[in-house]
C-alpha cells in the first residue's frame, strides 16, 4: 500500500508534538546531546532496533556524544509522511531514558 505524503501543515501540527525536532532539506531531522559517547553509541543501536521494528529507517548519525537522525520516506518520492512521524515519536519516547537532551 503506497504512503501517502504529508500537506506542509500537517508536517507543521506534527512538529508541534515534537520538541527539537524540525523540517531542514524536506526531512525530519533532530540531534541529541548525550552524557558520553558509550550512552551515544547505546541509543543508536536502540533507535536501530527500533527501525527494523517499523521496517523504516533514518540517516543516523553517531558523534562522539552526538545522534543525528535525518528521515524521510523514499517509497513516497522522498517526502515526509506519517511513518517518519511515528519514527520520530517513538525516538523521541526513548530518548529521555538515554539521557539524550
Not at 17 to 24: E, F, I, R, T
Request: charge should be negative.
Amino acid at each position: 500500500m503506497p504512503v501517502e505524503p504529508l500537506s506542509p501543515q500537517e508536517i507543521e501540527e506534527q512538529l508541534a508534538a515534537l520538541p527539537g525536532w524540525s523540517l531542514d532539506a524536506g526531512r525530519l531531522t533532530r540531534s541529541y546531546r548525550l552524557g558520553s559517547h558509550f550512552a551515544a553509541t547505546a541509543m543508536v543501536v536502540h533507535i536501530a532496533q527500533v527501525q527494523e521494528e517499523l521496517d523504516h529507517h533514518s540517516d543516523l548519525t553517531l558523534g562522539y556524544d552526538t545522534v543525528a537522525l535525518a528521515v524521510h520516506t523514499h517509497s513516497a518520492g522522498g517526502a515526509v509522511t506519517g511513518k517518519d512521524v511515528e519514527l520520530a515519536r517513538r525516538v523521541e519516547d526513548l530518548a529521555a531514558g538515554h539521557g539524550a537532551h
